[in-house]
């Protein structure tokens, strides 16, 4: 599959160096520590995540190509205690320049802990994509942290309460990097967006 492929294109600390709006691309947001880099890893079979916690990479925006029309993008995680505050804003106003202008930008998966649903970050990125009509799918992580049922449970108690509070436009799944699950309904997602 086209993920397979993908490999480390640029990162942009701001905006302005982003590569050029066209084609199609799928954005990855998530709180710190949620599986981000565990799930791009698992779903690209790559160490892509790797290369964006890489000391100078930990840009804005980490892009990964999968073909001339096609990326993949890295979005920062968010809440390191570490770090400084006006690096947080930096980021904050970037990304919101960032989701707010980008045409390219075909969905967004976001990416919680199934044992910390729903953090305040979730919750602005869940409102941010209504008001904006952008596609989410959402990667309930870590769910073999769980037993078989309880991971059933908390699916269907997220799925509940974000129809509840943000209505249609969102799909919800399991996820867990370790025992890779949910790679092929995650890729039909990723297929769907790219337009493959
Ligand atoms: P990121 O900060 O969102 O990129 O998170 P990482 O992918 O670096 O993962 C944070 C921690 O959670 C690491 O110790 C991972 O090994 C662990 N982790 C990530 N995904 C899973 C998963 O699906 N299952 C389990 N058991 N641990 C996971």
Redesign the pocket.
């Known amino acids: 599959g086209l993920c397979q492929q993908a490999a480390f294109m640029l990162s942009a600390a701001r905006v302005e160096q982003c590569p050029a709006d066209d084609g199609r691309e799928v954005a990855f947001a998530?709180?710190?520590?949620?599986?981000?880099?565990?799930?791009?890893?698992t779903l690209t079979h790559a160490s892509l995540?790797r290369t964006s916690?890489t000391p100078g990479r930990t840009q804005l925006l980490n892009f990964f190509r999968l073909d001339d029309e096609r990326r993949l993008v890295d979005l920062p995680?968010y809440g390191y205690a570490k770090v400084p505050i006006p690096l947080k804003q930096h980021w904050q106003h970037h990304l919101e320049a960032y989701l707010g202008s980008r045409r390219s930008l075909a969905g967004v998966v976001l990416?919680m802990d199934i044992r910390h649903p729903l953090t305040d970050f979730d919750r602005m990125m869940l409102d941010w994509a209504g008001a904006s009509g952008m596609p989410m799918h959402i990667l309930l992580?870590?769910?073999?942290?769980l037993a078989f049922g309880a991971a059933k449970n908390a699916l269907l108690k997220v799925r509940q309460d974000i129809q509840q509070g943000w209505g249609e436009g969102v799909s919800i799944q399991l996820?867990?990097?370790?025992?890779r699950q949910g790679i092929e309904e995650a890729h039909g997602v990723l297929a769907h967006w790219l337009g493959l």
């Open positions: 998530g709180r710190s520590n949620a599986g981000k880099s565990s799930a791009l890893n995540a916690k995680g990416l992580t870590k769910a073999d942290k996820f867990s990097a370790p025992k």
